[in-house]
């Protein structure tokens, strides 16, 4: 079996958990709130928008031959954050109204930490796992959304052909970056992928619950 797929297997029960989250169950089957919708899409803006710098920090940090499609992936979120403006001005929700949850915060934090810290091929599992897990994610609530739902973009955004090329292509520099890694180092990776299959499931999670801090509620926040 491939290292990428590795990855999945050795959290098979948390990747399951991760697509079979009512957040996306409910969004295939009609069943989802518009209010539910909206928490995931305000807090997804602020995540993308935060989580930029991680992906600077692997076009810096990564061997030569990720400079260019890495670099091109970071001039997309430039698009992927027009997309989400444009969804919000169509749903008649406000972004940048709202502070980043805990959940949010946690995440970013984590993979700041993990780009600027660990080794590269651990922050490289990490983007790996971020990307799939959105691939899959997206594809879940493809097989029951209609393709008139203003939501349907996004499932085009992450559920499409050129995503997947993408995530393939992440998945074979997952197996080089493996292969040139020691025993303890692909270890590494494997427990990066796992926390950040874990924070996925949170996300989804604080969708539906609400993106409060605990013992605050809304007046949480980042600062
Ligand atoms: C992604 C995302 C995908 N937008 N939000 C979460 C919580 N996880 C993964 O990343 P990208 O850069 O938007 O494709």
């Not at 009609?30 to 600077?56: H, I, K, M, S």
């Not at 502070?99 to 993979?111: I, R, S």
């Not at 209609?146 to 074979?172: I, T």
Request: glycine share 10%; charged share 25%.
């Amino acid at each position: 079996m491939a290292f990428h797929d590795t990855l999945v297997e050795r959290h098979a029960g948390l990747w399951r958990r991760m697509l079979d989250h009512p957040f996306l169950l409910q969004a295939r089957d009609g069943a989802l709130t518009n209010e539910t919708f909206n928490t995931w899409l305000r807090q997804d803006y602020l995540f993308v928008e935060a989580a930029r710098p991680f992906l600077g920090c692997l076009v810096a940090r990564g061997p030569e031959r990720h400079r260019g499609p890495l670099g091109e992936a970071l001039a997309a979120l430039a698009d992927e954050l027009e997309l989400f403006r444009e969804r919000a001005r169509a749903l008649g929700v406000e972004l940048g109204g709202e502070k980043p949850g805990l959940v949010n915060h946690a995440y970013v934090q984590f993979l700041l930490a993990t780009g600027f810290r660990a080794d590269y091929a651990e922050a490289f599992a990490v983007y790996y796992g971020a990307e799939r897990a959105y691939h899959e994610s997206w594809q879940v609530v493809r097989e029951g959304l209609d393709p008139e739902s203003p939501w349907q973009p996004f499932v085009e955004n992450w559920a499409g052909d050129e995503f997947a090329s993408f995530v393939a292509f992440l998945g074979e520099e997952v197996d080089r970056l493996a292969a040139d890694a020691s025993a303890e180092g692909r270890e590494r990776m494997v427990r990066a992928f796992g926390t950040t299959v874990k924070y996925e499931i949170a996300f989804w999670e604080m969708a539906l619950r609400g993106p409060g801090w605990f013992g605050i509620g809304a007046l949480g926040g980042d600062g």
